[in-house]
């Protein structure tokens, strides 16, 4: 089965700073890859998806991620944080030929100040 | 669009008892999905329905069951709580299944479960 790597569980960084939020995922087949967030008290939005194609995927909300094979990391990056921005951050991995059921990283909690 | 509904939202259960969940998709999705979110563990797959049969299945035990109605709602029951079991459950539509073709899953708030 397809597991995930978030490789920081809290990530603290100050209001219009860049961000990078790491995933690595354990497959050497083609999977599909996805950010999620989950602001407090609610489900899960999806932030953006890696399904084929260009390798740079834009999203909501000004995050980016790049998907990169042969390291098999999918990063989430945004060039200038909000206080908004404030939630948990979870890196997902499908794979096509197992039902397509997401295995969730534990999640990143990013903690935008002042 | 009225997004994913789940009831309750809270509740409060003793060790033994049993617990029935439910999951109102967004309206024309036929895939229901089931998650378990807990602060140790993350989130868990537990099960996913589509047109009113379990298409796929996480690894929990027979305790935890569910199923699909034909308006496409689901419930998910889990008997014999166990303090194990207390947790922030997830349910997630999608059009046509988890990560599919359109990649994307519709999470509903929650319903999160405390066992005594």
């Known amino acids: 089965a397809q597991s995930v790597t978030q490789l920081d569980s809290q990530v603290p960084v100050f209001e219009e700073a860049p961000v990078e939020l790491r995933c690595n995922y354990s497959?050497?087949?083609?999977?599909?890859l996805f950010w999620y967030v989950q602001y407090p008290n609610q489900g899960l939005q999806l932030l953006l998806k890696y399904l084929s194609g260009s390798t740079l995927v834009k999203g909501i909300n000004g995050f980016e991620a790049e998907f990169n094979k042969s390291q098999t990391s999918f990063h989430l990056r945004k060039p200038s944080v909000h206080i908004s921005d404030t939630a948990e951050y979870f890196c997902a991995v499908s794979d096509p030929g197992s039902g397509y059921a997401l295995n969730f990283g534990k999640g990143t909690s990013l903690l935008v100040t002042p | 669009k009225a997004g994913v509904t789940q009831t309750p939202r809270y509740l409060i259960k003793t060790r033994g008892q049993q617990v029935t969940l439910s999951c109102s998709p967004i309206?024309?999705?036929?895939?229901v999905s089931w998650y378990q979110q807990t602060p140790g563990q993350g989130l868990q797959f537990l099960f996913e329905?589509?047109?009113?049969?379990?298409?796929n299945k996480g690894n929990f035990p027979g305790r935890f069951s569910g199923r699909q109605f034909s308006n496409s709602r689901s419930e998910m029951n889990v008997s014999t709580l166990e303090l194990g079991d207390s947790a922030l459950y997830l349910c997630a539509s999608s059009f046509s299944g988890a990560g599919g073709p359109t990649g994307e899953l519709f999470f509903g708030e929650g319903s999160r479960l405390t066992v005594l």
């Open positions: 309206s024309g999705h036929r895939s």
């Open positions: 497959s050497s087949v083609s999977v599909y």
């Open positions: 329905y589509f047109s009113e049969t379990q298409r």
